[in-house]
């Protein structure tokens, strides 16, 4: 199997007050990174923070993974507050 090259990368980090937010974050997100049709995603939590990293073939495929991880994060917070 050829392994992709992907041309574009970025990484996202967002910091949590809480463990019980920041895994439910993540739980939250994990499903999201195997869904990608021209690139890849990784999803970790340590020390409070939640990072994304994202694996595009072209800027177009990740800004549109880039769009998606941001409204997630928006609604994530939104809930956050409204609990």
Known sequence: MKSKNYSCTARLTFLFGTQRLLKAAYDSLSAEASYSHRGKS?????????????????????????NSYLRLMQMIKTLQQEV
């Open 42 to 66: 990784k999803i970790s939590a340590k020390d409070g923070k939640l990072v994304i990293t994202i694996f595009a073939e072209d800027p177009t495929s990740l800004k549109a993974s880039l």
